[in-house]
């Protein structure tokens, strides 16, 4: 499968673009943000519903119910509406055992499973009060919440995770609804809490070994973008309760910096398609001077949102090396280079590599692929 755009879509479109059989790649994403500034954010319950996605919409559905009943309330009416509120904030502050930390994403995973639900809960009854809309759950609690394998997820890079406790993560974030569409499986978080604003995930099957693979897309609210290959673990703990671990096969950058955005298992391996700049491009097909001790030196695009090309790539499932399938040059990779002014690299990305003009993708095999790396270290070398 190929591009269908160089263009990248956010990560909470995720779902749409597997449904429809795109790729998922992303803009800035899209994460709950609450009614208030989470930068100024000061008692334990704003530090709470900054660290949550399901208590952020909801305070944004409350922030919007309030002023549109008070915009058409009488005089008097409105000040009895904004007495009210004002009480409902101060008993909200205190209706739930609520952890105290410095920043939102300070809060430990367990406390805010604890305390999340029952705010909301607080949340939904005055939600009611006013007459507005009282958002969607994930009750009764999803059996892999995408928060929950978010936060088993080791962070960046290869690597495996501590066990987390999936039941309690689970009934945890059942104020955090699950979105479902083709098998892909999604919720949302915000861009200051613990784990990520927006995370997604795609079953690819089960391993021999009886863990589970996905593919990740996650992202933390900002303009950068993530994925990764991960298998997931699901044992039991020393209390009897189900233990989640995840491990991370393989990670994928930000975007067009090897930003992963199809997978596709096959047997023992699993096929994937590389979003690649125009520096990590040269790089896979094997440019001498564009591997790491040289790369920098080349001064070419390596900006995340700077999209080239894809690769496509098996993966090994049990060890081994990648193998290269074959290259898709997009039709817009020279786009990125102004040719006044142009380095010798830049003039030789030109002639060898994007071939401006060019009205359609190209398409090269690893044969072709070796072939221009070669052409590349040619023409620089003159």
């Not at 749409?16 to 008692?43: H, I, M, N, R, Y």
């Not at 104020?175 to 690819?204: C, I, R």
């Not at 894809?310 to 060890?319: C, D, E, F, Q």
């Amino acid at each position: 499968m190929g591009f269908a755009s160089l263009v990248r879509i956010t990560m909470r479109k995720a779902l749409l673009a597997l449904a429809l059989g795109l790729p998922l790649v992303s803009l800035p994403a899209l994460a709950a943000t609450p009614g208030f500034d989470c930068l100024e954010a000061k008692t334990p319950a704003e530090m709470l519903v900054c660290a949550d996605g399901g208590l952020a919409s909801r305070d944004t559905a409350l922030t919007e119910a309030y002023k549109a009943k008070r915009a058409t309330a009488a005089p008097e009416q409105a000040k009895a509406l904004q007495a009210e509120q004002r009480a409902w904030l101060k008993a909200r502050d205190t209706a739930c055992p609520l952890p105290k930390a410095a920043s939102p994403a300070d809060i430990p995973l367990a406390q805010l499973w604890q305390a999340a639900p029952c705010l909301a809960r607080v949340y939904d009854a005055r939600l009611a009060a006013l007459g507005a809309e009282v958002p969607p759950t994930a009750a009764p609690p999803h059996p892999l919440h995408p928060l929950c394998v978010a936060a088993a997820l080791p962070g960046f890079g290869d690597g495996s995770s501590a066990p987390l406790p999936l039941k309690a993560c689970a009934q945890g974030n059942v104020q955090n609804p699950v979105f479902e569409e083709s098998d892909v499986v999604s919720s949302e978080g915000t861009p200051w809490g613990p784990t990520w604003a927006w995370f997604s995930y795609l079953p690819l099957g089960r391993l021999a070994d009886g863990r589970d693979l996905i593919l990740a897309q996650y992202d933390g609210g900002g303009t950068g973008s993530f994925s990764s290959v991960a298998a997931l673990r699901q044992t039991p703990g020393a209390q009897g309760e189900v233990m989640l671990q995840a491990e991370i096969l393989r990670g994928g950058g930000d975007r067009c910096n090897g930003g992963i955005d199809t997978a596709t298992r096959e047997g023992d391996s699993v096929r994937l398609e590389l979003a690649l700049t125009p520096l990590s491009l040269l790089s896979l097909m094997g440019v001498r001077a564009a591997q790491d001790d040289n790369a920098a030196a080349l001064e070419l695009p390596d900006c995340a949102a700077c999209c080239a090309a894809t690769a496509t790539v098996r993966h090994p499932l049990n060890g081994g090396g990648e193998t290269l399938i074959s290259v898709e040059i997009g039709e817009d990779a020279a786009s990125f280079i102004t040719l006044p002014g142009a380095t010798q690299a830049e003039r030789c990305y030109l002639k060898v590599i994007a071939q401006p003009g060019a009205k359609t993708f190209q398409t090269l095999d690893p044969g072709q692929a070796l072939a221009t790396a070669a052409a590349f270290d040619a023409c620089l070398g003159k």
